[in-house]
């Protein structure tokens, strides 16, 4: 998978093994049902969780694998603003990057997987608010608000030279402009960060057992 970045110029080549990713973001529901916490700005069960920053969506991952009885992908400490991924384990997790695009591209080329009103909730269409998960058009895969709704965490620390511990954060928004709504943009924020925009989804490593 060949990433790139508008701002550096720059382009790299990530290889990418067998996974699994959720078809719609998390939503209100099965984050109140696991944490029994509801920070959103906005209510409703079949919304997409926002307003988390990326340490709940690991500490979300976590707990949800415990739930199921998988072993946690994260050995978290998040007062030394630590978190180690165990590539062996079969529990929830955030995607990396290059998992999130190559998902999201789901075998296209151009920069996006639809046209965009079809398939994404942005500033032109949405009314400057969030939607119901799964509610635009999917990509050929079947995966829906990968493009639009609210923007998804993934693992990957974005240019830790410059910018420290912030994380990557991939899709677009519902308010965010057409331009911010494609495959390859990449965005930054804090770990800490919480925003009603910014919202995640699952992904599982596929374990040979």
Same mark, same amino acid.
């Given at each position: 998978?060949?990433?790139?970045?508008?701002?550096t110029k720059?382009?790299?080549?990530?290889?990418?093994?067998?996974?699994?990713? +959720?078809?719609?973001?998390?939503? @209100?529901?099965?984050?109140?049902?696991?944490?029994?916490?509801r920070?959103?700005?906005?209510?409703?069960?079949?919304?997409?969780v926002?307003?988390v920053?990326w340490?709940d %969506?690991v500490?979300?991952c976590?707990a /949800?694998?415990?739930?199921? +009885?998988?072993?946690?992908?994260?050995?978290?400490d998040? %007062?030394?603003?630590r %978190?180690?991924?165990d590539?062996?384990?079969? &529990?929830?997790r955030?995607?990396?990057?290059?998992?999130?695009?190559?998902?999201c591209? %789901?075998?296209?080329t &151009?920069?996006?997987?639809?046209a /965009?009103?079809?398939?994404?909730w942005?500033?032109?269409?949405s009314?400057e608010?969030?939607?119901?998960?799964?509610?635009?058009?999917?990509?050929?895969w079947? /995966?829906?608000?990968?493009?639009?709704?609210?923007?998804?965490?993934?693992?990957?620390v974005?240019?830790? @030279?410059?910018y420290?511990?912030y994380r990557? /954060?991939?899709?677009?928004?519902?308010?965010?402009?057409?331009?911010?709504?494609r495959a390859?943009?990449?965005?930054?924020?804090?770990?800490?960060?919480?925003?009603?925009?910014?919202?995640?989804?699952l992904a599982r490593?596929?374990?040979? &057992?």
């Amino acid at each position: 998978m060949t990433l790139s970045d508008r701002r550096t110029k720059r382009r790299w080549t990530v290889d990418v093994a067998g996974f699994s990713l +959720g078809a719609v973001p998390v939503t @209100q529901a099965l984050y109140a049902e696991v944490t029994s916490l509801r920070p959103s700005a906005s209510d409703g069960d079949a919304l997409p969780v926002e307003c988390v920053s990326w340490w709940d %969506a690991v500490r979300f991952c976590n707990a /949800l694998s415990a739930r199921e +009885g998988l072993t946690p992908a994260y050995d978290v400490d998040e %007062a030394a603003e630590r %978190a180690e991924w165990d590539a062996t384990a079969d &529990g929830y997790r955030l995607p990396t990057e290059a998992e999130w695009e190559h998902a999201c591209r %789901a075998g296209t080329t &151009g920069p996006r997987y639809g046209a /965009l009103d079809e398939i994404a909730w942005h500033r032109g269409n949405s009314d400057e608010r969030i939607h119901p998960a799964g509610t635009r058009a999917p990509n050929p895969w079947g /995966l829906y608000d990968l493009i639009g709704n609210v923007w998804d965490w993934c693992w990957d620390v974005y240019d830790a @030279q410059v910018y420290g511990t912030y994380r990557v /954060l991939r899709g677009g928004g519902w308010f965010d402009e057409h331009w911010s709504c494609r495959a390859s943009v990449r965005r930054r924020s804090h770990p800490t960060y919480r925003v009603d925009d910014v919202g995640f989804r699952l992904a599982r490593s596929v374990v040979a &057992g």
